[in-house]
């Protein structure tokens, strides 16, 4: 018999009982595990959220390095300050700008991607037990920086218009009154993941004003917001509230997520503990990968990459929107206004999880919408990503998907057939992909 340890291993495991209690927290994403599957060649995945920095002219890329290695050698291959090199929080600065951020260099610090920003406030705010309040769905990869700090998600009802503010108040009086503490409120106010959705200009600022007025921090995390496609998103929320906000960007979307690069912006007290964490836990973030980022801002047109990025992603997204509009029409779905993620609601009785492994066999990966839930919710629900495949890829993702929705369906109807679902409505059906369907 084995026996199950804090970290969910067993005794085959010798030190199985020596693991602390708080990795038990420490699980593989789904989306990780979907990772291996989907990156065979044969296999359309729109399950990660990879972005596509194909796009990115390679001579620009290798320009920036050779001329760190030339100009910078010395200070690159160095270590470099907790709190990031002085050049690139200033370009930081101009990059904030377009979304209405004014703060001072002071104000920012260098991070190992907003990954690792999520990481140093959680150690930071959370102890063992402590709730904090999330959009439902939230993004995988806080929860599960949430989860190994042994705090519980909360998730706020959302809906197209982002988080709703009396959902808000709602959900903080439940947690108080419960006796729970909430330490901060985590929102991606901007083409969210996985929803899709956009918090309105109106709610970002009574958003605002129940936090303040409650007394809780909130935490901006703004990995998409200067991708959209047609019109720019309401300003970040920290653009008009400096104490109660820490805000975390990255380079990952608008330039590239293998240097590992985003930051924080928080108020003076609290980032000057954000920069003893980040020493602690790096000494300092990479000085090389910051003089690249550096040099391709000085000499890049960055905002004209952006923009390629943006019509590339808009294209993306239009493949998948009316693809889905043509073969499956009688599902919902949210239409982002840029990001990566389309959120898709599948008829409820059937569960995207159980059906994942029916699609990998067709050949098409998404990400099942529990990933994004603490509570078990989102069986109904699909992550679909846009931002790597090709249109055409995307449409034969699609169509692949709908034989997959269409095989469950039939499944349903022929237990049906024998009595066992009776209660299952199944007067439901999507259209038929074209024959042509591989
Ligand atoms: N926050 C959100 C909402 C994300 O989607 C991602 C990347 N998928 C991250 C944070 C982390 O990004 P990075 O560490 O590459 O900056």
Known sequence: MTTQGPSGGNNLDPWYDHYADRTAGLSASEVRALFAVASRPEVVSLAGGMPFVSA?????????????????????????SGQGTTALREQILEVMALEGIRASIDDVVVTTGSQQGLDLVS?????????????????????GVFRSYQAETVHVGTDGDGLIPDALRESIMQQRAAGKTIKFLYLIPNFHNPAGVTLTWQRRLEILEIARSNNILVLEDNPYGLLYFDAPPPHAMRSVETDGVIYLGTFSKTFAPGLRVGWVVAPHAIREKLILANESAVLSPSAFTQYTISEYFAHADWQAQIDTFRGLYRERKEALTSSLAEYLPELSWTDPTGGFYVWLTLPSHLDSKSMLPRAVKELVAYTPGTAFFANGDGRHNIRLSFCYPTPDAIRLGVRRLTKVINGELDLLDTFAGTGQLDDVTLNYRVSSPPPNID
């Not at 320009?63 to 100009?71: C, K, N, P, S, T």
């Open 56 to 80: 990115l002219p390679p001579d620009l890329v290798s320009g920036a390095l050779e001329r760190v290695l030339r100009d910078h050698g010395a200070e690159a291959l160095q270590y470099g």
């Open 123 to 143: 150690k930071l705010f959370i102890n063992p037990g402590d709730v904090i309040l999330a959009e439902s769905p939230s993004y995988v990869g806080a929860m």
